[in-house]
């Protein structure tokens, strides 16, 4: 397998999870200059001009949490997602969705710097809805955890969420409550994160 990546990107939350998965030696990483990403070669992996995309047998796969969905099936023994009869994969899927859908797209938005007037008159058709929902929602999920969002056995989306809010935090896009920082730090207390910076950064 081949990613394509680049340090300054979200590509860097897929690292700690090959390392999670023990698959390091099997992907080879290939940094692009994002100015290289309008390239003929690369726009014919990746249409959106964007990384990262992780290319499988031909297969290109984008959209981060989508590599972190496709790996964690492709290596199901190693226990980083539900069985496909498990009621506990919906809960998985959610949460993958949720953090590529609303919190993905409420990240954006607030970096754009709309107003909150602005947003509070669009906040029924906005995805997201509001703010307060997005933060209620990861509060309520968190606080529900056990220790981790699907019980006792961890999942690429427990990787995922805490990889993403620790980003959307660093950028000081989210703030970091108390309420997420027993999660963040049971992840940041993982093997495959030990002396990786922008991990232990928060
Ligand atoms: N929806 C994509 C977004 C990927 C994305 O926005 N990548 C940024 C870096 S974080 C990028 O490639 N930027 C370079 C550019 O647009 O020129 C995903 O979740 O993977």
Known sequence: MKLYSNVHSRGITVLPFLKELDIEDQVEIIHIEYADLAEAEYLALNPMGKVPFLVDQGSVISETPAIFAYLADKYLEKGFAPAFNDPKRGEYLKWLFFCHGPLTEFMDVKSLGISEQQLETRKRSLGFGTEASIYRFIKVGLAQAKPY??????????????????????????????????????????????????VQAL
Do not use: T
């Open 149 to 198: 969002l699907l019980g006792n056995q961890i999942s690429a989306a427990d990787l995922f969420l805490a990889y993403w809010l620790i980003y959307a935090i660093s950028f000081k896009i989210v703030p970091y409550f108390d309420e997420f920082k027993p999660f963040i730090q049971l992840i940041q207390s993982r093997d495959a994160v030990q002396g990786v910076e922008w």
